[in-house]
């Protein structure tokens, strides 16, 4: 069945480092990928697209990465600041299929 | 100027109860869809509607009943819930006009709905 797993649950961090948040699927053939941030008590709200034919694509200090063969993609928050810290969401969705399907999320918290 | 809203943001009501939540999204896409997040964080759709018309229903009870007015609406009625029912709700809408759901999501608020 098609799965999809965000690496962690939580990832803690310090400040000004680099967060790097996994998506890994299996069974699935998505035409792209994409990325949203959760806060608490708020709905999701759309970060990033990447499709299938892109390797990288970057907006200010986040950049997403698409491996097709390894079925995983990347996302990367660079300088990485304590308003970063929310829940992170990759949904996956092929070109055959009408719906998305979102991973759980890792909650990420990037401490002072 | 809100894009996607929804009504109401809490609801607490006893098991057996009816209730509806409403969505209305201004931002004049074709498409709507229910969420159901559960405590564990999972994203699950429900439905989806594309110019008033069902395209997803996925296995939830019929118990859930979506209705929509117009593309701009989409209304979620839920008959005799149940403890299980008790999650957080959320209505969304993407541009996708040729009846998929794979467009940018614009989610609403989210309903928060404890059934005692």
């Known amino acids: 069945s098609q799965k999809i797993e965000q690496n962690s649950e939580a990832l803690n961090i310090q400040e000004g480092k680099t967060a790097t948040l996994t998506c890994n699927y299996t069974n699935y053939s998505p035409a792209y990928l994409q990325w949203y941030r959760q806060d608490p008590g708020r709905g999701p709200v759309f970060l990033l697209l990447?499709?299938?034919?892109?390797k990288e694509k970057r907006k200010e200090r986040l950049k997403v990465t698409f491996d097709t063969t390894l079925k995983q993609s990347l996302f990367h928050i660079t300088a990485s600041q304590p308003a970063d810290s929310a829940t992170y969401l990759c949904a996956l969705a092929s070109s055959s299929a009408s719906k998305i399907i979102f991973g759980s999320g890792t909650r990420l918290s990037i401490r002072p | 100027d809100t894009a996607v809203s929804q009504t109401p943001k809490y609801l607490v009501t006893q098991m057996g109860n009816d209730k509806s939540i409403k969505c209305e999204q201004n931002l004049g896409h074709d498409t709507m869809y229910w969420y159901k997040q559960d405590s564990k964080k999972f994203l699950k759709i429900m439905f989806s509607y594309n110019n008033k018309e069902l395209i997803i229903n996925e296995t939830v009870p019929n118990r859930f009943s979506p209705k929509s007015p117009d593309k701009a609406h989409l209304n979620l009625h839920i008959n005799s819930l149940e403890l299980g029912d008790s999650a957080v709700y959320f209505c969304a809408s993407s541009q996708d006009s040729g009846g998929g759901s794979t467009d940018t999501q614009y989610f609403g608020p989210g309903t928060r709905l404890t059934v005692l």
């Open positions: 990447i499709r299938e034919n892109e």
